[in-house]
Antibody, heavy 125, light 107 residues
Framework: EVQLVQSGAQVRKSGEALKISCKGF????????IGWVRQRPGKGLEWVGI????????RYNPAFEGQVTISADRYISTAYLQWDSLRASDTAKYFC??????????????????WGQGTMVTVSS | IVLTQSPGTLSLSPGERATLSCRAS???????LAWYQQKPGQPPRLLIY???SRATGVPDRFSGSGSGTDFTLTIRRLETEDYAVYYC?????????FGGGTQVDIK
């Protein structure tokens, strides 16, 4: 079964660093891009960015560039989202996502077919 | 591209037809428009991509239509499991963007 399994909920203080993970199962990790989507409590969805683990090509939503870092380790089929200094406004659930189409056929702009269960990040000031 | 969904809330009875709208501020390239369903405590589920193609396993009572800047998700006959929030997303140009969502409630 194709699935994305994310790391557990995290609670941090403002200014602290954090790295959350997303591991792919049931498919060849480097066949697809893998991205991140933010959902603040009671709010809508926002695209954070996306990475191709085959060569680490990474694209960011300008609204998030410089605020987060996306990385991946192709050898353990895992993608990461990290913050060097968290803010209270980062409090949200973060979903990792896999697009519909193979990376060899289409680029990073795609609909998201597979979603992780989400990681809740709570930042207290 | 800003996506505006309407109405904000739709209250309908089981068996009724639901029509959800998504309007884009600029033309969506290649009609790269998707629809998702999200229930409380769950991740979103892809329903429609490419404006009108149903994702794997999606019942045929869900259909998508439209092009350019105006898109529609239709649920032919509402079932109790369809009560949820629905989001549209454009992926024709970066940054990818989502609409604000339409809540479909039981009347």
């Amino acid at each position: 079964e194709v699935q994305l399994v994310q790391s557990g909920a995290q609670v941090r203080k403002s200014g602290e660093a954090l790295k959350i993970s997303c591991k792919g199962f049931g498919y060849t990790f480097t066949d697809y891009w893998i991205g991140w989507v933010r959902q603040r409590p009671g709010k809508g969805l926002e695209w954070v960015g996306i990475i191709y683990a085959g060569d680490s090509d990474t694209r960011y939503n300008p609204a998030f560039e410089g605020q987060v870092t996306i990385s991946a380790d192709r050898y353990i089929s895992t993608a990461y989202l990290q913050w060097d200094s968290l803010r209270a406004s980062d409090t949200a659930k973060y979903f990792c996502v896999r697009p519909v189409t193979l990376a060899s056929i289409y680029g990073p702009n795609d609909a998201f077919e597979i979603w992780g269960q989400g990681t809740m990040v709570t930042v207290s000031s | 591209i800003v996506l505006t969904q309407s109405p904000g809330t739709l209250s309908l009875s089981p068996g009724e037809r639901a029509t959800l709208s998504c309007r884009a501020s600029h033309t969506v390239d290649s009609d790269y428009l998707a629809w998702y369903q999200q229930k409380p405590g769950q991740p979103p589920r892809l329903l429609i991509y490419g404006a009108s193609s149903r994702a794997t396993g999606v019942p045929d009572r869900f259909s998508g239509s439209g092009s350019g800047t105006d898109f529609t998700l239709t649920i032919r006959r509402l079932e109790t499991e369809d009560y949820a929030v629905y989001y549209c997303q454009q992926y024709g140009s970066s940054p990818l963007t989502f609409g604000g969502g339409t809540q479909v409630d039981i009347k």
